[in-house]
């Protein structure tokens, strides 16, 4: 079956495309489909992102689409930005990474708790037909570090790899990754219920 990928983001591409690798599905891009403008994400949770993408894409295209939304959660700052942060103080993350630092010096601290979260969600007729959830738990670094990964990889420690998730490779950042699990759950889901294209 077609599977098309809800995002025209890059560093998801490539992730997700590795962790589906070997599903019997054919992953489009949105690039096979020009002119379908973003959904506005009214949900007020990861999970009704994800769903209202996979339903608009997959309605918009009139194929299943894989749609995912999430973000980061910050303890000391409220579990900012959450849902909002793709877009959360612009695009540019080095801005975002010097935001984040300042809130956090602000309530004298260098680090926090914080997590990944990631919902997916696949769409096919006007109905959800596959959700699940991924989330990975850590600590926002003192300073970024690392050049792998995209988004907020860099500021984000893993304390069992002794490294943030841009100084790890694409395989084993998968491996615990927010989306890594969900998208993981969705190949195993893939497997058992699609045939080979």
Do not use: Q
């Not at 801005?95 to 602000?106: G, P």
């Amino acid at each position: 079956m077609n599977l098309v990928l809800a995002t025209t983001n890059a560093g998801k591409i490539r992730e997700i495309s590795g962790i589906l690798a070997g599903a019997p599905v054919e992953l489009e891009t949105l690039d096979r489909h020009p002119g379908i403008p973003e959904p506005e994400e009214t949900g007020s949770t990861f999970a009704e992102n994800a769903r209202l993408k996979a339903l608009y894409y997959s309605r918009a295209t009139r194929e299943p689409a894989v749609a995912d939304d999430s973000g980061l959660e910050i303890a000391a700052l409220d579990n900012a930005p959450g849902i909002h942060s793709a877009r959360w103080h612009g695009t540019d993350y080095a801005h975002k990474f010097d935001v984040i630092y300042r809130e956090l010096r602000a309530r004298g601290l260098r680090t926090s708790a914080a997590r990944f979260v990631c919902h997916v969600a696949v769409a096919d007729g006007g109905r959800v037909i596959f959700e699940a959830d991924g989330l990975v738990a850590g600590e926002i670094a003192p300073e970024p570090r690392g050049t792998r990964g995209f988004g907020y990889d860099p500021i984000f420690f893993y304390p069992p790899y002794g490294c943030t998730l841009a100084e790890v490779d694409g395989e084993r950042k998968a491996a615990v990754s927010h989306r890594g699990i969900a998208f993981r759950a969705l190949r195993e889901w893939l497997l058992m219920n699609c045939v080979s294209p």
